[in-house]
């Protein structure tokens, strides 16, 4: 075991500049850090290779300013050498207790203890509590389901746990990996067409590090497989024990070409042959793995709401690329991707008669590719002026490709953006 914690641990004994050097700027660090202050533990939450453990890397070299390096210590679970022992919880006691043999803390100081896919070990949380209670440690763990804290052991955390969800790269973090400044106006101006090339990259292809740091397009489309693949198939399925796993396999790459529009499971089953209840329970896990969101009709009584139909969108435009109808829809990619700049816990959509695409913290978005064509045009703003009128706002947003103006539509406001300054300010 020492030789794996001192690979996980290079910063024991490399000083603070030889370590973590390579990882790219994350904007959700700068909360991660400012929840390190306090006493409960941290859960950073999201798909796998989102980078959860190159956030906790950043982590850890921010750390290493003012903490003595032997007081911070990381384990990666997934390694091969600790799975035969996920079903024994009390093995994390002992991977704790070779650490402080082999690195020897300073034990009147507090200890970072950071542990990377927690979840793969059984009632992992009875240790977390038995330490957090007794010991000066700050926990820092990583999981790959939302309901990582959802258990029925989990709640002996409750009121314990800061959280934290990562998703992949957004575009202000990809534009930062490309090196394209667009903190100004005048940054913005002197660098209009590479922006508008990024844009059009991150539209396809999404924000995994993995899939825009590689050139070729076939190997992309490779890594997106297997990104979606190892969650469905080393996830999912043995997490809830699904017999055919091939059919679940399928059934996301189905839905992928039916993002964006509202999921009706009756036809989902007449189509692709699985009961309508086992495709319920499948986009279920979908969404607690991170593959797909549901967002709900909004409605003023929350039963209403819970009721409605869900829209189905997909948390990185990647997967676009992987659906059954492969042909490029323009409108449902960036319609997806306004969703994944939007994706927040309470985000809807809104359907009475006449349709906006997003609703969230009292604001209306409305999504087209392209204005140009007055019937398509008049359309948009009638959604946005139906809802503004019936919730009581008097502006609306709507995301274009490349259009951007401010109009007055019927007593609304309307501010029309395209979607490279929609990303950028969002």
């Known amino acids: 075991m020492d030789s794996v914690l001192l690979e996980d641990n290079p910063h024991w004994v490399k000083s603070t500049n030889e370590v973590y050097n390579d990882y790219t700027h994350r904007e959700l660090l700068e909360k991660a850090l400012a929840y390190m202050r306090a006493k409960e533990m941290v859960a950073i939450i999201g798909a796998r290779r989102v980078g959860k453990s190159s956030l906790t890397k950043l982590m850890i070299k921010a ?5 003595n390096p032997k007081n911070i210590f990381f384990i990666n679970l997934e390694k091969p050498s600790f799975i035969p022992f996920k079903h024994d919880p009390t093995y994390l006691e002992k991977i704790y207790d070779t650490y402080l043999k082999l690195a020897n803390p300073n034990m009147d100081e507090k ?4 542990i990377d896919e927690i979840q793969i070990f059984d009632s992992w949380e009875v240790f977390i509590k038995s330490k957090y209670e007794n010991s000066n440690i700050k926990f820092v763990i990583t999981g790959s389901n939302a309901s990582l804290l959802a258990s029925s052991y989990a709640t002996l955390l409750t009121g314990r746990v800061l959280k934290l969800e990562l998703s992949s790269f957004n575009f202000r973090e990809f534009l930062n990996y490309k090196n394209i400044a667009y903190g100004s106006a005048l940054d913005i101006a002197q660098n209009r067409i590479a922006i508008k090339r990024a844009v059009d990259e991150y539209l396809k292809w999404g924000g995994y590090y993995s899939v825009f740091s590689n050139p070729n397009e076939q190997v992309k489309i490779g890594i997106l497989k297997n990104i979606a693949e190892d969650i469905i ?12 796993s091939e059919a679940i396999r399928d059934l996301f790459f189905y839905v992928l070409s039916n993002a964006t529009t509202q999921v009706n499971y009756s036809r989902l089953a007449k189509k692709i042959g699985i009961d309508a209840k086992m495709i319920k329970e499948y986009i279920g896990y979908f969404q607690d793995n991170f593959l797909v969101k549901m967002i709900p009709n909004y409605h003023t009584k929350l ?9 189905l969108y997909v948390t990185d435009n990647g997967f676009l690329n992987l659906g059954v109808n492969r042909s490029e829809n323009r409108g449902t990619m960036l319609e997806n991707m306004v969703f994944t700049a ?8 809104l359907l009475d008669g006449k349709e906006c695409d997003f609703y969230l913290n009292g604001k209306l ?42 109009v007055e539509y019927k007593g609304v406001g309307v501010e029309v953006l395209s979607l490279d300054g929609f990303l950028v300010r969002i």
């Open 233 to 244: 198939l080393k996830d999912i399925v043995p997490r809830y024990s699904i017999k055919n």
């Open 342 to 349: 939007l994706n927040q816990e309470k985000l809807h959509y």
């Open 111 to 114: 200890i970072y203890f950071f």
């Open 303 to 311: 039963t209403q709401q819970i009721k409605s139909v869900k829209k």
């Open 365 to 406: 978005y409305q999504v087209s590719y392209d204005i140009e064509d007055e019937v398509t045009r008049k359309r948009e703003f009638e959604g946005l002026k139906f809802f503004a009128d019936k919730l009581g706002k008097d502006r609306g947003y709507l995301v274009t490709y490349d259009s951007s103006e401010v």
């Open 63 to 67: 750390l290493l300013h003012d903490v």
